[in-house]
T-cell receptor, first 114, second 114 residues
């Protein structure tokens, strides 16, 4: 595997379910990101981890819970989601969180909340 | 805070014609600027980036962009469109004052007409 991978690619869940999204980067990077991509809206940065520590949390509801056990893996734990949470969730990584470091994106998880 | 404006949510060009996708940003300091492309059911792929070196930046697939500070613009161009260029294009800015937080535009969908 190369680059940034995400699993599952598609997920359908009810509002009472608990699920997790997984992201893995094979680039040797030290920073990882979660974004939400909704139709007709700019990508929304949700969380940033640098060297496995959370450095950014952009007012995301607590029903989204990130976890970064090491610099290669990032999870997004989901519980009691709402239909408006349906979106494409993108993971990205970069060398560090330094100025202008290119972010490399995974293919995303298409989430549908019923 | 930074903001990015992409004029034209949909652009159609004929195969072989010039591609011009517009991006304007707001920033009080020289930013880092990026163009990404997203093909259906895929993540974002870096086309090119500007990091205060040459103002004309060449990227992959024949694309280039010119940084114009006086116009706060970073428009993306390609001399001759190919069918495979049909995709969603995103402009992004990284604010040097906020680490590596990216601000994305709402995207421009490019259609190439045979």
């Amino acid at each position: 595997e190369t680059g940034v991978t995400q699993t599952p690619r598609h997920l359908v869940m009810g509002m009472t379910n608990k699920k997790s999204l997984k992201c893995e980067q094979h680039l040797g990077h030290n920073a990882m990101y979660w974004y939400k991509q909704s139709a007709k809206k700019p990508l929304e940065l949700m969380f940033v981890y640098s060297l496995e520590e959370r450095v950014e949390n952009n007012s995301v509801p607590s029903r989204f819970s990130p976890e970064c056990p090491n610099s290669s893996h990032l999870f997004l734990h989901l519980h009691t989601l709402q239909p408006e949470d349906s979106a494409l969730y993108l993971c990205a990584s970069s060398h560090l969180t330094g100025q202008g470091d290119t972010q490399y994106f995974g293919p995303g998880t298409r989430l549908t909340v019923l | 805070a930074q903001s990015v404006t992409q004029l034209g949510s949909h652009v159609s060009v004929s195969e072989g014609a010039l591609v011009l996708l517009r991006c304007n940003y707001s920033s009080s300091v020289p930013p880092y600027l990026f163009w990404y492309v997203q093909y259906p059911n895929q993540g974002l792929q870096l086309l090119l980036k500007y990091t205060s070196a040459a103002t004309l930046v060449k990227g992959i697939n024949g694309f280039e962009a010119e940084f114009k500070k006086s116009e706060t613009s970073f428009h993306l161009t390609k001399p001759s469109a190919h069918m495979s260029d049909a995709a969603e294009y995103f402009c992004a800015v990284s604010d040097p004052n906020t680490g590596n937080q990216f601000y994305f535009g709402t995207g421009t969908s490019l259609t190439v007409i045979p």
